[in-house]
């Protein structure tokens, strides 16, 4: 896996070829309706067959997660993905630059897309991505069609980032389930939309603003939340014990996610002791679950920069905290 997220490839025949059992049975399950927990390089995902509206069902009610929220479609290509999605010139742009890899892309819907009306929440557009693991690269070539997977929490939780997560989450609802290891990113994909030539951000995640204004230059305003990202709920991404953010010092009976040296001791999980806001993101959402597990009164987090990767971690934090980003 490269810094970017991207696997290179290195040993990558090999994996695949003592897989391929798994791999073929959980293109299968997929062809049959059934659900499958999918690593991919920046959280475990709960996958099913878009085009398979019972399938798709199958999926909201497992996470308990709300019909008007729409999901990710994952596939093999770019050349899959054309056939889904009407990609203009900076969509394509972005496609070659980073899939396959943590970018989503929001497009207008091909009519011939075979993502079910469910899957997109009704919407006319669709979001589409091409994974960067090696596994659910394999089992999206497989299947051969489009593959929704939303994070393999239950909503409103952290999403997994660790096989052992994924299977305590959503594990007991799926027919078959590939442990990908831990996952390299550990924050979702960052989500924007490529609509009428306009690009914005909907939501920060793995692939920086920088990284994106590299390729397309400025970014278009964002919109306001619910517009932004249709399903994105005010408390999300949210252990148990209540998260305290821009915590200096714990109080007693917190827990404390550290970030950068000094903090050490009993309850206190240090993102990364360097300050390395990559460490910080892969470290993110299980320490919140391992933070939780101590019970604590509350989590207190310390300061993250804002810059870089920082923004996508500062999202999800303020949203586990409750605040609206
Ligand atoms: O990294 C990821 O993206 C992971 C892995 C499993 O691929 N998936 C993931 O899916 O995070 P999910 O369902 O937890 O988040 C999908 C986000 C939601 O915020 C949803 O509202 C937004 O994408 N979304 C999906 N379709 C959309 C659309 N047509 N327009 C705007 N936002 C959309
Ligand atoms: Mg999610």
Same mark, same amino acid.
């Given at each position: 896996?490269?810094?970017?997220?991207?696997?290179?490839?290195?040993?990558?025949? %090999?994996?695949?070829?003592?897989?391929?059992?798994? &791999?073929?049975?959980?293109? /299968?399950?997929?062809?049959?309706? %059934?659900?499958? &927990?999918?690593?991919?390089?920046?959280v475990y995902?709960?996958?099913?067959?878009?085009?398979?509206?019972? #399938?798709?069902?199958?999926?909201? $009610?497992?996470?308990?997660?709300?019909?008007?929220?729409?999901?990710?479609?994952?596939?093999?290509?770019?050349?899959?993905?054309?056939?889904?999605? /009407?990609?203009?010139?900076?969509?394509?742009?972005?496609? /070659? %630059?980073?899939?396959?890899? +943590?970018?989503?892309?929001?497009? +207008?819907?091909?009519?011939?897309?075979?993502?079910?009306?469910?899957?997109?929440?009704?919407?006319?557009? !669709?979001?589409?991505?091409? +994974?960067?693991?090696?596994?659910?690269?394999?089992?999206?070539?497989?299947?051969?069609?489009?593959?929704?997977?939303?994070s393999a929490n239950r909503s409103g939780r952290p999403s997994p980032t660790t096989?052992?997560d994924a299977?305590a989450e959503?594990?007991?609802?799926?027919?078959?389930?590939?442990?990908?290891? +831990?996952?390299? !990113?550990g924050l979702e *994909?960052?989500?924007? *939309?490529?609509?009428?030539?306009?690009?914005?951000?909907?939501?920060?995640?793995?692939?920086?603003?920088?990284?994106?204004?590299?390729?397309?230059?400025?970014?278009?305003?964002?919109?306001?939340?619910?517009?932004?990202?249709?399903?994105?709920?005010?408390?999300h991404y949210a252990p148990d014990?209540?998260v305290? &953010?821009? #915590?200096?010092?714990?109080?007693?009976?917190?827990?404390?996610?550290?970030?950068?040296?000094?903090?050490?001791? %009993?309850?206190?999980?240090?993102?990364?002791?360097?300050?390395?806001?990559?460490?910080?993101?892969?470290?993110l959402f299980a320490y919140l679950r391992a933070a939780d /597990?101590?019970?604590? *009164?509350?989590i #207190?987090?310390?300061? &993250?920069? $804002?810059?870089?990767?920082?923004?996508?971690?500062?999202?999800r934090l303020?949203r586990a905290?409750?605040?609206?980003?």
């Amino acid at each position: 896996m490269g810094v970017d997220g991207r696997n290179r490839g290195e040993g990558e025949g %090999e994996l695949l070829a003592d897989r391929q059992a798994e &791999i073929d049975a959980a293109a /299968r399950a997929l062809r049959a309706g %059934e659900l499958v &927990i999918l690593p991919t390089e920046t959280v475990y995902g709960l996958g099913a067959d878009a085009a398979n509206p019972a #399938a798709v069902t199958a999926i909201f $009610e497992a996470k308990g997660r709300p019909r008007f929220n729409p999901l990710i479609a994952h596939v093999a290509d770019l050349a899959t993905a054309a056939c889904i999605a /009407r990609l203009d010139d900076r969509a394509w742009a972005l496609a /070659r %630059e980073f899939w396959p890899g +943590p970018l989503t892309i929001v497009a +207008p819907i091909q009519d011939t897309a075979a993502v079910c009306d469910l899957a997109r929440a009704g919407l006319d557009t !669709v979001a589409i991505r091409v +994974p960067g693991h090696p596994l659910s690269r394999a089992v999206l070539e497989a299947f051969g069609g489009a593959v929704v997977a939303p994070s393999a929490n239950r909503s409103g939780r952290p999403s997994p980032t660790t096989f052992a997560d994924a299977m305590a989450e959503t594990g007991d609802k799926t027919a078959a389930a590939l442990d990908g290891g +831990p996952c390299a !990113v550990g924050l979702e *994909s960052t989500v924007v *939309s490529v609509i009428d030539g306009q690009v914005r951000l909907l939501r920060p995640g793995a692939v920086t603003r920088v990284q994106l204004q590299q390729i397309v230059g400025p970014l278009a305003e964002a919109e306001d939340d619910a517009k932004r990202s249709p399903g994105r709920l005010a408390l999300h991404y949210a252990p148990d014990a209540p998260v305290r &953010i821009n #915590a200096r010092a714990p109080k007693p009976g917190e827990a404390f996610l550290a970030f950068g040296g000094g903090a050490s001791g %009993e309850g206190v999980f240090n993102l990364s002791p360097t300050g390395d806001l990559a460490e910080a993101a892969a470290n993110l959402f299980a320490y919140l679950r391992a933070a939780d /597990r101590t019970h604590p *009164s509350a989590i #207190a987090v310390a300061p &993250i920069p $804002e810059d870089g990767l920082g923004e996508a971690i500062n999202d999800r934090l303020r949203r586990a905290a409750g605040y609206i980003g």
